[in-house]
């Protein structure tokens, strides 16, 4: 089983930034991948980066591509989400997640590929 958790969240003003990292413990996994999700307050859960275990390739929503980095430190067993230009329109909960999937190039913005997740963490952007 793998444990996550996520840190880094809090208020900022638009046009700043932020760093979430989100923590792995226990099993690992040698294939699959890690993704951020993110749920705004009456809206459903999105998508909104991922990234390769072992290629490290990254993939990002059309929402907040150009603004944010996905990045991971393979001996922390942490992934990184690196938020910057933020806009009111990003305030949500945001959560880590882990897949194990050997088909996770193909299906990582899918939430059904993910196996485990944070606990997620608030960031508020302000106007």
């Known amino acids: 089983q793998v444990q996550l958790v996520e840190s880094g969240g809090g208020l900022v003003q638009a046009g700043g930034s932020l760093r979430l990292s989100c923590a792995a413990s226990?099993?690992?996994?040698?294939?699959?991948?890690m993704g951020w999700f993110r749920q705004a307050p009456g809206k459903e859960r999105e998508f909104a980066a991922g990234i390769s275990w072992y290629f490290g390739t990254t993939w990002y929503a059309d929402s907040v591509k150009g603004r944010f980095i996905i990045s991971r430190d393979n001996a922390k067993n942490t992934v990184y989400l690196q938020m910057n230009s933020l806009t009111p329109e990003d305030t949500a909960v945001y959560y880590c997640?882990?897949?194990?999937?050997?088909?996770?190039?193909?299906?990582?913005?899918?939430?059904?590929?993910?196996?485990?997740w944070g606990q997620g963490t608030q960031v508020t952007v302000s106007s």
């Open positions: 997640a882990a897949s194990n999937s050997v088909s996770y190039r193909s299906r990582y913005f899918l939430s059904s590929v993910y196996s485990n």
């Open positions: 226990g099993r690992t996994f040698s294939s699959g991948g």
